[in-house]
C-alpha cells in the first residue's frame, strides 16, 4: 500500500486542479480501502456560530447522489468532534454499532454496507480545518491501511484550503 501511496504522490504533479487531484486521490483510496466512501469536510465554523459546536460542508463526496457536495453538518462535541477538533487526532471506528453511536446519519449509510471508518483531521496550526472520511464496507482497519490511508489525507490536504473566517471553540469533556 505504501508503493500505492508513492504512485500518487508521483500522479499529483500531474494534477490540473482540486477536482481532478482528488479524484485520483480516490480512485487509490479505493485500490487501498475497497468499497465504500470518500468524503471532504471543510469547517466552515464562525465566530457567529454557538460554542461548542461544529459547521461542516462536503466539498468533495464520491457518492455525491446519497451524499452530494455542498451538503452542510452540524456537529456538537462527542468523542467524534473531541478527537478530530479538540485533540487534531485520527478517528478509527469499527462495526455497525460503532458507527450509529458515531453518526446521526448511519441510517442513511447501513443500507451501503459501511462498517468501519477512518477520519484523518486536515490541520493548519493545530486548528482542524477539514476532515477526510473514508467509510468502508469491511469489519476493520489494518494499522498499514490506517497509515496509508492518512498519508492521502496529507496528499489531499494541498488541494483544500481552510475556509474564510474560520473559528471555532470546543471545550474538551
Known amino acids: 500500500s505504501l508503493g500505492l501511496c ?4 508521483d500522479a499529483m504533479a500531474e494534477a490540473s486542479n482540486a477536482e481532478a487531484a482528488l479524484m485520483q486521490i480516490d480512485a487509490y483510496r479505493r485500490l487501498l480501502a475497497g468499497p465504500g466512501i470518500f468524503s471532504i469536510q471543510l469547517n466552515v465554523t464562525t465566530r457567529d456560530d454557538p460554542r461548542n459546536e461544529v459547521h461542516l460542508q462536503r466539498v468533495y463526496s464520491s457518492h455525491g447522489s446519497e451524499f452530494p457536495v455542498q451538503g ?12 478530530l477538533f479538540v485533540r487534531g487526532e485520527v478517528f478509527v471506528a469499527e462495526g455497525s454499532a460503532a458507527l450509529e453511536r458515531t453518526f446521526d446519519d448511519y441510517e442513511q449509510m447501513r443500507p451501503l454496507g459501511l462498517n468501519a471508518v477512518v477520519n484523518v483531521p486536515l490541520l493548519k496550526d493545530r486548528l482542524c480545518y477539514a476532515t477526510f472520511n473514508v467509510f468502508g464496507t469491511r469489519g476493520g482497519w489494518q ?3 490506517v497509515l496509508a490511508l492518512r498519508l492521502l489525507a496529507m496528499a489531499a490536504a494541498r488541494w483544500v484550503s481552510p475556509a474564510p473566517g474560520l473559528s471555532y471553540s470546543l471545550e474538551p469533556t
Open 6 to 9: 508513492s504512485n500518487l504522490l
Open 72 to 83: 452542510r453538518k452540524r456537529k456538537t462535541l462527542t468523542p467524534w468532534t473531541e478527537t
Open 143 to 145: 494499522p498499514s491501511e
